[in-house]
C-alpha cells in the first residue's frame, strides 16, 4: 500500500491557465456569468471568471465551463483521497496502538510517526503478529512507585499457568502491583542445566504467558534466583555434589569452588534471558547454612585473616558485579538476614550497596519494630539507597500448616505499617516495597504448607490492609465483596460463605478435610463400644467375629466411608483442575490417607469377616 499524502492546503496549489487550454470539451454548456465570478481558484485571488485564454479562441461560456469542471474534478479527487487516509490512518492506529498504550496516560502526547514508517509497521503487524508491542508492553517504570509483591513459592505446589491465569485479576484487584516468583526447578532449564527441572517444569511457552499475563494485570514480575543458601534443588544432584560447602549437607554453595560462579551465572543468564523485561532480580542470600565449615573456608579464613562475613561479601559481590554488568539497570534484592552481623564498614568496603537493595524480613505477629529500625539505620549508614521489606501471609506458622491463622499473619502486617509509617524517620533511605511472601515449604526437603487457594483470604486480608492502611471496616467490606464471604471470624481463622474467587472450592474442601476428617474417622472407629468388644484389632488379625454384632455398628462405618470416599474423590478433581500430579499425590498422602487408610482398611476387613458367617478364629 502506498503511503498516504498529506491532506491538500490552501494555497497549496496553482491551476495554471494553459491546463485549462488543453482539455477537450464536448458539450457547450451555457453557465451565467455572474455565478461564474463566485468560483474562486486555490491559490488565486481574481475570480475564474477572469482568467484569461490567450492561446485559443474558446467562446467565453465554454471556458467557464471547462474551469468549473476542473474545479469541481479537484474537489472531488480531495475529497476521495481525505476519507481514504482517514480509513487507512485509523486502521492503522487501531494496529499500532491498542497495546503500546496499555501503561500509558489518557491524553498523553505522543510523537507523530512518519507515515511511510507507519505503513511499514502496519506490515510488519499484519505478517509477525503483536510480538514487538507485547514487548513494549510489558516494561514499566516503577522508580517511583512503592511495590506491593506476592511471592509465589514454586518449589511446592505450583499451579498449572491456568490457575495463575485466573488469580492474577485478583491479586490486581486486591492491591498487588509485582510477584515475585521463586521458580527453584520448576523453570524450564536446558542444556547442561537440564538436570535441575522438575517432571512437571513449566514451558518456555509458560514462562512467556506468565510475564503476559502479569502485564496484562499491570503486576511486575521479580524472578527469584537463590545464589548461596537453600540451594537443595542443585545440590542433591550428583552432578553437582562437589559444590556443597560441606559434603554432607546440600544447603549452601562452596564459594571457593570457581565452578561455583560459573554455574550461578549460567542459571541467572537462562532465567534473565527469559526476563528481560524485569526492573528487578532477587538473588536469594539468605540463611547461608553451615558457611565457614568445610575445609576450603577454613583454610580461606586462615590464610586471608578474614571472617565468615567478609567471605559472604566477596560471593555476593562476584554475584551481583555480573548481574549489573550483563543486564543493564536491573536491579538486585537479597535477603537481608546475613547482613544483620556483618559490620557497616565491611558492607561499605564490598560495594554491595551501589547495586543491590537488602529485603528486611520478620514474620512474627508482634515483631520489635525498633529494632527493624536499627536494621534500617545500619543499612542507609552502610550506602544502601534503598530498602525493601518481607512479611508473611502464609507458610510460616508450621512446616506442615495445612490452615491459615487469618489473625497471627494480620497481625504481622499491622506491624510492618507501623514501620512503613514511621520511615520519614530515615531520609537517608528509601522504602521501596514490600513482599509479601507464601512459603509453600521451608525448604525443598520438608512437606507442603498451605496450599495457596487456602492462604487466599490471609492474602487479601494482608494486601487491603497494607493499601488502606489499617484494617478498617471499610476493608473488611472490601474484602468480603471481593472474595464472596458474608463475614470473617479472625480468631477461628474461618470465613463465612461458600466463596467466589480461585480456588475456592478447594479451600472449603480444606476447611472439612482439616477439621472433620479426623475426627469422624476418629470417633466412628475408636468411641464406638461395640468395635471395641467385638471387632478389635485381634478379631481382625485372627480374621472372626459374630455377624449378629458386627451388623450393629456395620452399617455407620459404611455410611462415613462412603461419604467421605464420595467427597476425597471430587476434592482430588480439585485439586487436579489447578495442580500437577505429583502435588496432588503428596497432599493427599500427607493429609488424606493417613486416617482414609484407616477407614479403608477397617471396611475392607469388615466385609471380608462378616462374609465369613461367624468361623473359628484363625490360628
Given at each position: 500500500m502506498e503511503p498516504s499524502s498529506p491532506e491538500p492546503q490552501a494555497g497549496a496549489q496553482t491551476i495554471r491557465p494553459s491546463s485549462l487550454c488543453i482539455a477537450q470539451v464536448e458539450q457547450n454548456h451555457t453557465w451565467d456569468v455572474r455565478a461564474s465570478a463566485e468560483v474562486a481558484l486555490p491559490g488565486r485571488s481574481r475570480p475564474a471568471s477572469r482568467v484569461p485564454c490567450e492561446d485559443m479562441a474558446f467562446p467565453r461560456n465554454q471556458k467557464l465551463n471547462l474551469l468549473r469542471l476542473t474545479v469541481l474534478l479537484i474537489v472531488a479527487l480531495a475529497g476521495i483521497k481525505f476519507i481514504f487516509r482517514d480509513s487507512v490512518t485509523l486502521d492503522l492506529h487501531k494496529h499500532i496502538s491498542k497495546?503500546?498504550?496499555?501503561?500509558?496516560?489518557?491524553?498523553?502526547?505522543?510523537?507523530?510517526?512518519?507515515?511511510?514508517?507507519?505503513?511499514?509497521?502496519?506490515?510488519?503487524?499484519?505478517?509477525?503478529?503483536?510480538?514487538?508491542?507485547?514487548?513494549?508492553?510489558?516494561?514499566?517504570?516503577?522508580?517511583?512507585?512503592?511495590?506491593?509483591?506476592?511471592?509465589?513459592?514454586?518449589?511446592?505446589a505450583a499451579p498449572k499457568v491456568s490457575y495463575l491465569e485466573q488469580v492474577f485479576p485478583l491479586l490486581s484487584k486486591l492491591g498487588a502491583n509485582g510477584i515475585l516468583v521463586e521458580y527453584e526447578d520448576m523453570f524450564p532449564f536446558k542444556g547442561e542445566l537440564e538436570t535441575l527441572k522438575s517432571s512437571y517444569a513449566y514451558s518456555e511457552d509458560d514462562i512467556e504467558k506468565i510475564q503476559r499475563l502479569a502485564a496484562l494485570n499491570k503486576l511486575e514480575v521479580v524472578p527469584l534466583v537463590q545464589t548461596f543458601g537453600h540451594v537443595e534443588f542443585i545440590l542433591k544432584h550428583d552432578k553437582y555434589r562437589y559444590l556443597r560447602e560441606v559434603e554432607r549437607f546440600?544447603?549452601?554453595?562452596?564459594?571457593?569452588?570457581?565452578?561455583?560462579?560459573s554455574l550461578l551465572k549460567s542459571i541467572l543468564s537462562q532465567v534473565m534471558d527469559k526476563h528481560r523485561h524485569s526492573s528487578w532480580i532477587h538473588i536469594g542470600a539468605d540463611e547461608v547454612f553451615h558457611l565457614g565449615e568445610g575445609m576450603d573456608s577454613k583454610n580461606w579464613i586462615s590464610l586471608n585473616n578474614g571472617d565468615v562475613g567478609k567471605m559472604y561479601l566477596n560471593h555476593i559481590k562476584e554475584v551481583v558485579n555480573f548481574i549489573v554488568n550483563q543486564y543493564k539497570g536491573l536491579q538486585v534484592l537479597m535477603w537481608d538476614?546475613?547482613?544483620?552481623?556483618?559490620?557497616?564498614?565491611?558492607?561499605?568496603?564490598?560495594?554491595?550497596?551501589?547495586?543491590?537493595?537488602?529485603?528486611?524480613?520478620?514474620?512474627?505477629?508482634?515483631?520489635?519494630?525498633?529494632?527493624?529500625?536499627?536494621?534500617?539505620?545500619?543499612?542507609?549508614?552502610?550506602?544502601?539507597?534503598?530498602?525493601?521489606?518481607?512479611?508473611?501471609?502464609?507458610?510460616?506458622?508450621?512446616?506442615?500448616?495445612?490452615?491459615?491463622?487469618?489473625?497471627?499473619?494480620?497481625?504481622?502486617?499491622?506491624s510492618w505499617l507501623k514501620v512503613i509509617?514511621?520511615?520519614?524517620?530515615?531520609?537517608?533511605?528509601?522504602?521501596?516495597?514490600?513482599?509479601?511472601?507464601?512459603?509453600?515449604?521451608?525448604?525443598?526437603?520438608?512437606?507442603?504448607?498451605?496450599?495457596?487457594?487456602?492462604?487466599?483470604?490471609?492474602?487479601?486480608?494482608?494486601?487491603?490492609?497494607?493499601?488502606?492502611?489499617?484494617?478498617?471496616?471499610?476493608?473488611?467490606?472490601?474484602?468480603?465483596?471481593?472474595?464472596?464471604?458474608?463475614?470473617?471470624?479472625?480468631?477461628?481463622?474461618?470465613?463465612?460463605?461458600?466463596?467466589?474467587?480461585?480456588?475456592?472450592?478447594?479451600?472449603?474442601?480444606?476447611e472439612q478435610i482439616n477439621g472433620q476428617l479426623k475426627e469422624s474417622t476418629a470417633k466412628v472407629l475408636e468411641e464406638e463400644s461395640a468395635i471395641k468388644g467385638w471387632f478389635s484389632l485381634y478379631h481382625r488379625k485372627h480374621r472372626f467375629g459374630n455377624p449378629r454384632n458386627l451388623e450393629n455398628f456395620g452399617s455407620k462405618v459404611l455410611k462415613v466411608h462412603e461419604d467421605w470416599e464420595n467427597f476425597?474423590?471430587?476434592?482430588?478433581?480439585?485439586?487436579?483442575?489447578?495442580?500437577?500430579?505429583?502435588?496432588?499425590?503428596?497432599?493427599?498422602?500427607?493429609?488424606?490417607?493417613?486416617?482414609?487408610?484407616r477407614l479403608r482398611e477397617f471396611v475392607r476387613d469388615y466385609r471380608e469377616i462378616i462374609r465369613l458367617n461367624a468361623k473359628p478364629k484363625a490360628l
Open positions: 497495546d503500546n498504550d496499555f501503561w500509558g496516560k489518557a491524553g498523553e502526547e505522543k510523537e507523530e510517526a512518519n507515515p511511510h514508517n507507519q505503513a511499514l509497521e502496519l506490515s510488519v503487524v499484519k505478517i509477525m503478529g503483536p510480538k514487538e508491542d507485547t514487548k513494549k508492553q510489558l516494561s514499566m517504570d516503577f522508580s517511583t512507585t512503592e511495590m506491593r509483591l506476592v511471592h509465589l513459592d514454586l518449589k511446592g546440600p544447603n549452601s554453595l562452596n564459594p571457593h569452588v570457581p565452578d561455583t560462579l538476614d546475613m547482613l544483620r552481623k556483618i559490620s557497616m564498614g565491611a558492607i561499605q568496603e564490598s560495594g554491595i550497596p551501589k547495586h543491590a537493595s537488602p529485603v528486611l524480613w520478620f514474620y512474627a505477629p508482634d515483631f520489635d519494630t525498633e529494632q527493624i529500625g536499627k536494621f534500617i539505620s545500619k543499612y542507609a549508614d552502610s550506602g544502601f539507597k534503598s530498602v525493601w521489606f518481607a512479611s508473611a501471609f502464609k507458610g510460616t506458622t508450621g512446616p506442615a500448616q495445612a490452615w491459615t491463622p487469618l489473625n497471627y499473619h494480620l497481625k504481622n502486617h499491622l509509617q514511621a520511615m520519614s524517620k530515615f531520609p537517608l533511605i528509601k522504602f521501596q516495597g514490600i513482599a509479601l511472601t507464601g512459603w509453600q515449604r521451608y525448604d525443598h526437603y520438608s512437606v507442603l504448607c498451605e496450599l495457596l487457594p487456602v492462604g487466599i483470604p490471609s492474602l487479601a486480608m494482608c494486601l487491603q490492609t497494607l493499601v488502606n492502611g489499617g484494617f478498617t471496616e471499610a476493608t473488611n467490606k472490601k474484602i468480603l465483596d471481593v472474595l464472596g464471604f458474608q463475614n470473617i471470624h479472625l480468631e477461628k481463622s474461618t470465613c463465612e460463605g461458600n466463596g467466589a474467587f480461585p480456588g475456592s472450592e478447594i479451600y472449603r474442601m480444606v476425597i474423590q471430587n476434592f482430588r478433581s480439585q485439586l487436579e483442575s489447578i495442580y500437577f500430579p505429583d502435588t496432588v499425590e503428596e497432599w493427599m498422602e500427607e493429609n488424606v490417607n493417613p486416617y482414609m487408610d
